[in-house]
């Protein structure tokens, strides 16, 4: 219907023209409101409305048709811009290639015009044709000839053909070898067609004819391999061009790839200084300076971004959050987390929330907020397994596992509700509905890891049917090799079988990858018993340190050093 109203309007603009023809005579009008006196027949009528009709139903060359008819009767150039589009849209390129020309010579300035005609040359192969019309359109240009071979260039871009891009912008730019825009624009083509030698050699001709070219400098800097290369040139060039704006932002971005934080940072500050209102650069250094741990810095740049108010606000909430907690400041952290309305960090705001409230004995509080979030997200199951793990770490193991269940029986094939669910019933010694949970996740997502790993870690802790559990266990490594608590399990298993060097080595391993207090305790154990106690003691220790509150450590240290 958006065709429909276009037109609807076009006819009222031919009416328009119709009444202007019978006025009295008028001072002449402006270039652009020069129609034709044309008047609105019901011939003319009739074929604007099958031509709209048909293209609304997609019969694109009867409307080319009777477009192009009533394009050559009018000559008013609103239809003849219309008729070029629709036959262009049918891939009638010899009628569309018509009637643009009618177009130009209604409206021989018109940019749109002619960049629908240098469209339809290139769509339909005339290169020849297309390459003598745009040479005439770059000579009237000078002395700005060179800015009019950039934006030609990238009028091209999205165009499939890259090699007959790359002729004919070769074959353009031929009369204007002495300037560094038609080098630029012959690697940009080269690089499109795949020809990456010639690419390099002519934006380092266009850096020898202009070395201070931030737009050179960023393609020839695209040119070279990511990582060491690629930041040594920016780095280089930046050194004899210091203000270069957009090259420092682009060596700036580059070092947070490389999680070269600090360097970053650095970079990103002397962009700040330069504009120091600059959001998007306040922004940068605040995350970049969470990045390395400098809270100070991050929360004053973070709360600046807040106050301007330009840009994703949320993030920064979340983050100054973060900072307030982690200060021990929780009445700053809860402020900031409800102010978190949307994206994808207001889950966390609220379940972060809800823990604070816990750390501050208002459980039932805390436990209120997640079910009014529950309440506007029903589907959401993040929010449950938040709710069972407050219960959990307020020790309430029983109403832990009672709520899941409970929520279970309403969604008996939620694979993440039935493995939370399976840990909890795990956690109280409900062995058989525990394995019951984790085998329908398993049929219900074959391709879960933590499934398999959950079952057989499981068995190995019973110290049961160890062959099913190394299966289980083989298979989760499989799908995850590289995951922590899998090789964990892995090293676990190896214990139970006698393995013990082997297990060592396993479990060394998952605590490289994830320092995690329980897979301390299980390379503490391993150590006991190869005769080390004194490393286990250590190991334990330090573990200890970080993570005082670990039931699983606890237990395990007071097994063997009461």
Not at 212 to 224: D, G, N, R
Request: glycine share 4%.
């Amino acid at each position: 219907m958006n065709h429909f109203f276009r037109f609807f309007a076009l006819l009222v603009m031919l009416a328009g023209a119709r009444a202007w023809a019978q006025a009295p005579v008028a001072p002449p009008a402006p270039k652009e409101d020069r129609l034709p006196k044309q008047e609105l027949t019901g011939q003319i009528l009739y074929q604007f409305l099958l031509a709209e009709i048909a293209a609304q139903r997609g019969q694109f060359g009867l409307s080319a048709s009777a477009y192009l008819d009533l394009a050559m009767s009018t000559r008013d150039p609103r239809i003849v811009r219309r008729a070029a589009e629709i036959a262009f849209h049918a891939r009638q390129y010899d009628a569309a290639l018509t009637v643009c020309r009618l177009w130009l010579s209604l409206e021989p300035e018109s940019a749109q015009a002619k960049q629908m005609l240098s469209t339809l040359l290139l769509a339909s192969g005339r290169i020849e044709e297309l390459a003598d019309s745009l040479a005439r359109d770059l000579a009237a240009e000078a002395p700005g000839v060179g800015d009019a071979l950039i934006r030609l260039a990238r009028a091209f871009v999205r165009y499939p053909d890259k090699l007959a891009i790359q002729r004919l912008l070769d074959r353009l730019t031929q009369p204007y070898l002495d300037l560094a825009e038609a080098h630029l624009v012959r690697a940009q083509a080269a690089a499109g067609a795949g020809d990456a030698d010639r690419a390099r050699r002519e934006i380092d001709q266009a850096l020898e004819m202009r070395p201070a070219w931030e737009l050179a400098a960023l393609f020839k800097a695209e040119m070279l391999p990511k990582g060491a290369a690629q930041l040594d040139f920016l780095k280089t060039w930046l050194a004899a061009n210091p203000d270069a704006h957009d090259v420092r932002l682009g060596y700036a971005r580059g070092l947070v790839s490389e999680k070269r934080y600090e360097a970053a940072r650095i970079e990103f500050r002397r962009l700040l200084s330069a504009n120091p209102s600059n959001p998007d650069m306040i922004y940068a250094v605040g995350i970049l300076s969470l990045q390395v741990n400098d809270a100070a810095e991050a929360e004053q740049q973070l709360k600046r971004f807040v106050e301007i108010g330009r840009g994703e606000l949320d993030p920064a909430r979340f983050y100054l959050g973060q900072i307030a907690d982690q200060a021990g400041r929780p009445d700053d952290a809860l402020r900031w987390y409800d102010q978190v309305a949307a994206g994808e960090h207001a889950m966390p705001a609220k379940v972060r929330a809800s823990q604070i409230l816990l750390r501050q004995g208002k459980l039932d509080e805390a436990r209120e907020r997640l079910a009014a979030a529950r309440a506007k997200a029903p589907g959401d199951i993040r929010l449950v397994v938040a709710e069972a793990q407050l219960l959990r770490d307020a020790g309430r193991h029983e109403d832990a596992f009672a709520f899941l269940a409970k929520v279970l029986e309403v969604q008996p094939d939620q694979a993440d509700l039935l493995y939370e669910t399976a840990l909890a019933a795990e956690k109280l010694g409900y062995v058989d509905v525990s394995e019951r949970h984790l085998r329908r996740m398993i049929a219900l997502k074959p391709d879960s890891a933590q499934a398999y790993n959950a079952l057989g870690f499981s068995l190995v802790e019973r110290n049961l049917r160890l062959e099913e559990a190394a299966q289980l266990i083989d298979q989760a490594l499989s799908l995850a090799p590289d995951d922590p608590f899998i090789l964990d399990s892995k090293g676990w298993l190896l214990f139970r079988q006698g393995n013990r060097a082997a297990a060592l080595e396993a479990l060394q391993k998952a605590f490289a990858k994830k320092p995690d207090p329980e897979i301390a305790a299980h390379i503490g154990e391993v150590l006991w018993a190869l005769g080390r106690a004194d490393e286990a003691k250590i190991v334990w220790r330090e573990a200890t340190k970080a993570y005082p509150t670990n039931e699983a450590l606890a237990a395990t240290i007071k097994r063997f050093v009461p």
